[in-house]
């Protein structure tokens, strides 16, 4: 597709010419010019046309209003830290980033609540909120690089949704582009509102296909008074469901509950040059984050920590004595994705069952690989109190990247079917992008997936916006 001179001139007078760039015209180089319109996912290759950096919702719904009227499809572009190529623009559309759209807004002291753009980077964030006495509890290992709006986009989980949730739970208002440039507010900055349809959330997760997120008024909370990381060793995945249920006992709040195994602690150790924490070999790792408040807390999470020993739920665990230990700790946890993405080719999958089905499911899947694919090792971790596994096939080292994710394309729907056996869903937090939008029919109804069409239809009537995501 080529753009003429006239509608470039058009978009340079809306943006300035510093806030524009076309592909063939390009001051930036191509490489960074190409990294607007992709994320982690490492399957597709880039090819757009228009890189946008608006600064505000008015100039966000002036590039759509261009993009309707000349029929240009449109990807939203955020921090690019996805995993489902939501982000991904491959086909000659405009990339409407939002980093240059980080301000904060507004801030309510008295719901406690913070109105910013929806480019400001999540780590930002939390640190906007704290400065006003505040906590945003949404927080996993891409928080330094991810969106709040790419967030949103994607109701991102993350490690502490255990006692949190999901970020759904604390988007009270927002403000949205629709696929004809027409700007609509939801909400606002109340916190009761029952006046029909909520239709924020059908925003919350929409992945960039119903609307842009330009602005949101996020909820705040209390931070924790202090908290305790105990990181045990766990004998089989059983006793990994049996520990969990014994934090349903305890006296303290649980603010994280995540695992990994023997595989991916060996990666991190390697790629993060960090020692073993545990004298003993063991098959499964689990971490747990504690909220305490007073001193005899700490007596509770020995005496916590003698039960589970003495149930033989866990082998070994260590509790964290300072904040840097404590730091040490989450490394190992947080440091898996990027130990095995950067140094080996794994095929991604990040699903959620419900717990009781775990262990049935696991089996089912093991037989699964060991049958038909037997050379193929997975890094299996996750946010396991919520039912959430991130399931990581590894290539064999034999295997050329084609001939691999040719291989793990023929694996998927079994294992979505087993999923959908067990009652799980193909995606926990990720999202489905392209990445996964011919499998949506593992996890949703065609009723759902043809409501879900006449939604897009009624917000995005021309297809422009993330076109080719989600729905198949
Ligand atoms: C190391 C690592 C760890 C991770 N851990 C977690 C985790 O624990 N939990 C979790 O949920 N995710 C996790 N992720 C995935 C990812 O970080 C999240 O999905 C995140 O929310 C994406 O935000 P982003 O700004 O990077 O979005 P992008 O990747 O830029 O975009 C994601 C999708 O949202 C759309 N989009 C972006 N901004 C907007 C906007 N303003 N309006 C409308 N649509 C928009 C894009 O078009 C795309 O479809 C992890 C990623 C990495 C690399």
């Known amino acids: 597709?080529?753009?003429?001179?006239?509608?470039?001139?058009?978009?340079?007078?809306?943006?300035?010419?510093?806030?524009?760039?076309?592909?063939?015209?390009?001051?930036?180089?191509?490489?960074?010019?190409?990294?607007?319109?992709?994320?982690?996912?490492?399957?597709?290759?880039?090819?757009?046309?228009?890189?946008?950096?608006?600064?505000?919702?008015?100039?966000?719904?002036?590039?759509?209003?261009?993009?309707?009227?000349?029929?240009?499809?449109?990807v939203p572009s955020g921090g690019r830290t996805g995993y489902a190529g939501g982000a991904v623009a491959k086909s000659g559309e405009i990339v409407i980033s939002l980093s240059k759209m980080d301000q904060v807004l507004d801030f309510d002291p008295f719901f406690g609540s913070l109105t910013v753009q929806a480019g400001m980077i999540t780590k930002n964030l939390h640190k906007e909120a704290e400065e006003r006495g505040f906590y945003f509890p949404v927080d996993f290992a891409a928080t330094g690089s991810s969106h709040i709006g790419g967030n949103i986009a994607t109701n991102a989980g993350g490690v502490r949704v255990v006692h949190y949730g999901l970020i759904r739970q604390w988007v009270l208002g927002l403000k949205v582009v629709t696929g004809t440039g027409e700007i609509l507010e939801f909400n606002g900055e109340i916190l009761k509102n029952n006046t029909g349809y909520d239709l924020k959330h059908l925003f919350i997760g929409s992945e960039g296909t119903l609307g842009i997120i330009t602005e949101c008024t996020l909820k705040l909370t209390k931070k924790p008074a202090d908290n305790r990381i105990l990181f045990t060793a766990v004998p089989d995945f059983s006793s990994i469901l049996e520990l969990f249920k014994e934090t349903h006992n305890m006296p303290l709040p649980i603010l994280a509950f995540e695992f990994l195994t023997k595989y991916c602690l060996d990666k991190v150790m390697d790629h993060l040059h960090v020692p073993d924490p545990f004298s003993e070999v063991s098959p499964y790792y689990v971490l747990m984050e504690f909220e305490i408040t007073e001193e005899s807390d700490d007596e509770k999470l020995f005496s916590f920590l003698e039960t589970i020993l003495e149930k033989g739920y866990v082998s070994d665990g260590s509790l964290a004595q300072n904040s840097r230990q404590a730091e040490t700790f989450w490394k190992y946890r947080e440091g898996i994705s990027e130990s095995i993405s950067i140094d080996y080719t794994v095929h991604k999958n990040d699903i959620s069952l419900p717990l009781r089905n775990m262990n049935p499911f696991l089996e089912d899947m093991q037989a699964l690989l060991s049958s038909k694919y037997p050379g193929f090792e997975i890094a299996l971790f996750g946010h396991i109190g919520d039912g959430n596994l991130h399931l990581n096939i590894v290539k064999p080292k034999d295997l050329s990247d084609a001939e691999f994710f040719s291989q793990c394309k023929k694996v998927d729907p079994s294992m979505f079917e087993l999923l959908q056996k067990h009652h799980g869903s193909i995606s926990a937090e990720h999202g489905i992008g392209l990445l996964k939008k011919d499998f949506l029919h593992f996890s949703r109804s065609s009723a759902e997936i043809e409501v879900m069409r006449m939604i897009k239809k009624a917000l995005d009537p021309k297809n422009l916006l993330n076109p080719g995501k989600i729905l198949p």
Do not use: C, H
């Open 1 to 74: 597709m080529s753009i003429s001179q006239e509608n470039k001139n058009k978009l340079k007078s809306l943006l300035g010419e510093e806030r524009v760039f076309f592909k063939d015209e390009t001051q930036m180089d191509q490489a960074t010019f190409l990294s607007f319109g992709t994320d982690r996912t490492k399957v597709y290759v880039p090819d757009y046309e228009i890189l946008t950096f608006p600064k505000n919702t008015q100039e966000v719904s002036e590039v759509v209003k261009f993009a309707f009227e000349n029929d240009i499809k449109i």
